[in-house]
């Protein structure tokens, strides 16, 4: 029962793997479906599974070939191509560890990660390479700069090293609880951090949330809007169809919802992952519908936020799919609680993840009882093995088996897990808690509003109370009243403390590059304003 102790999780939801493990063998070289099979379709049109296993190889003799070894660290800033899956993977089978970036990060931030986790070779989308110009010569660990995509003149090219390298290559003889990649997490309070994460983590997420949750199998066509350097992506468009031999559509560009109906209907995917907003923007136009859109839609997903009720309802009835939500973390690497098909409750998180354990506790650590307020707490072998360099936020984030999520949730009589906004952008006013989120969730329900973010801002008196920004949809006016309204909206929906005192009407709200609303640039802005 060592393993029980140790990681708090269900011994028969585990997987049997091998300590000797290599993540890479066991996904690409045993992979499960026919070389001749489609992997990944993106703009250079289809890469069988077949095409995958030599690339894997050929990165991976690349690096080596550079001087890269064991537990050396590759950094790639790439764009949803079938490169991204070569190199992750290639690098893994070598045994040196890939870390995805963001591909939207400033200068100044790819700054900080390369120097933060000392990657010795960074592999770059040619669209992303100018960000990085300013600071290449400056970075102390840096040696290689590889580009994927067109020549630029002065940096070698993926094409060129795959074209090069061997196509066979020994795998690294890593444990399967050795670190196999980091990701960064999107730091909506500060700089990102590294998560460091193990081999087995991404089988075992593949088990337990693509498989036993989803049921994808090898006739699946999966679609992710999210993209694969974010945990979420990472999981829905490589590692879940790689498992089953389904096949993966990638997108180099931004999912709009032009674009993500224009994959519908060309790709006919059957298995969709999407973030709450764009399921509301897929919404808000009435065109978009299976005929417009896939008809073979079986599964549709939702993480990275909250979905509500009103846009789970009006999927379901415009598409005939229900929306599966499920809050998962980067540091969990994927979905640890969930809905699933057959058992859909609209306005939560589900429940857990077989494999996954949840609870919710007070400040003390105690377990609250069902219906009240407190912290998630979650332990589950895709946990990762902890922050690079953040002594401190590994401390206070991984406790034992348990990971704090810093997120407030309830739960209820039937144990379905309730949503209550992040712990560090919730406040009193007169002594009664406020979440953000929900303010924001009964403001967004009026027909008026497309979005709302709501802060904390102190009156005359030095007491907090909420303030609300606010986009309007489409051409609607600021008319004399609406302050009013939506006031009055809150008060009907709400305790009467929660109600914004303050609105103000905004064009767009400051987001991490995925999507997650910074409420602290908006505590900035409103003090300087
Ligand atoms: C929030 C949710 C309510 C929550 C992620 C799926 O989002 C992912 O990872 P991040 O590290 O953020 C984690 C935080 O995001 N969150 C995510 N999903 C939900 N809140 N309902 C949800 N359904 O605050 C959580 O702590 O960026 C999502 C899979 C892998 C992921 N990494």
């Not at 703009?43 to 690339?55: F, N, P």
């Not at 800033?77 to 591909?103: Q, S």
């Not at 399967?176 to 309070?189: C, Q």
């Not at 007070?362 to 589950?380: K, N, T, W, Y």
């Amino acid at each position: 029962m060592p393993l029980l102790v140790r990681y708090g999780y269900r011994v028969q939801d585990l997987l049997a793997l091998p300590e000797a493990y290599n993540a890479a063998v066991d996904f690409i070289d045993n992979a499960p479906a026919s070389a001749d099979r489609v992997a990944f379709i993106d703009r250079t049109g289809s890469h069988t599974y077949g095409d995958l296993q030599s690339c894997v190889d050929a990165v991976g003799s690349a690096l080596l070939g550079m001087g890269l070894g064991r537990d050396d660290r590759v950094a790639m800033a790439m764009l949803d191509t079938f490169d991204f899956p070569a190199v992750f993977w290639g690098a893994i089978k070598a045994g040196v560890v890939p870390i995805c970036m963001n591909t939207l990060l400033t200068t100044e931030n790819y700054d900080y990660v390369l120097r933060d986790c000392q990657a010795r070779a960074l592999i770059v989308s040619s669209e992303l390479l100018e960000r990085f110009a300013p600071i290449l010569e400056d970075l102390p660990y840096l040696e290689h700069v590889v580009v994927s995509g067109a020549h630029d003149g002065h940096h070698p090219t993926l094409d060129g090293l795959v074209a090069t390298a061997s196509d066979r290559l020994a795998a690294a003889d890593t444990g399967k609880d050795d670190v196999a990649f980091w990701l960064y997490s999107s730091g909506s309070t500060g700089l990102p951090k590294g998560v460091r994460h193990r081999h087995r983590s991404l089988a075992q997420t593949a088990h337990t949330y693509g498989r036993s949750i989803l049921g994808l199998g090898e006739d699946d066509v999966v679609y992710s809007a999210a993209k694969l350097f974010f945990a979420y992506g990472l999981g829905n468009a490589m590692t879940f169809p790689l498992r089953v031999g389904a096949t993966a559509v990638l997108l180099d560009g931004r999912p709009t919802p032009d674009v993500v109906m224009e994959i519908m209907a060309k790709h006919q995917p059957t298995v969709f992952f999407g973030v709450p907003t764009l399921y509301a923007a897929l919404l808000a136009d009435p065109e978009n519908t299976p005929e417009s859109g896939s008809s073979r839609l079986r599964r549709c997903v939702s993480a990275g936020e909250a979905l509500s009720e009103v846009v789970g309802n009006a999927w379901e009835e415009r598409f005939g799919v229900p929306i599966l939500d499920g809050i998962g973390s980067t540091e969990m690497l994927h979905i640890f609680l969930s809905n699933r098909p057959g058992d859909v409750r609209y306005g939560s998180s589900g429940t857990p993840v077989p494999g996954y354990d949840a609870k919710i506790v007070d400040d003390s650590g105690d377990e609250v009882p069902a219906g009240e307020l407190g912290e998630l707490l979650v332990s589950g072998p895709s946990s990762a093995a902890g922050y690079w360099n953040q002594d401190d936020k590994d401390i206070r984030t991984f406790e034992g088996p348990w990971t704090r999520t810093g997120d407030k949730y309830t739960r209820d009589l039937d144990g379905y897990y309730h949503y209550g906004g992040r712990s560090d952008d919730m406040f009193k006013v007169g002594g009664n808690w406020v979440s953000p989120f929900e303010v924001e969730s009964a403001i967004a329900e009026h027909e008026a509003v497309l979005e709302a973010a709501v802060i904390a801002r102190a009156d005359e008196a030095g007491n907090l109370k909420p303030k609300a920004f606010v986009i309007l949809i489409g051409e609607t006016r600021v008319g004399d009243g609406l302050v009013t309204e939506l006031q009055e909206h809150v008060k009907n929906r709400l305790e009467p403390w929660k109600y914004p005192r303050w609105i103000e009407f905004v064009e767009e709200l400051p987001k991490t590059a995925t999507g997650k609303i910074q409420r602290f640039r908006l505590r900035e802005l409103d003090r300087t304003s």
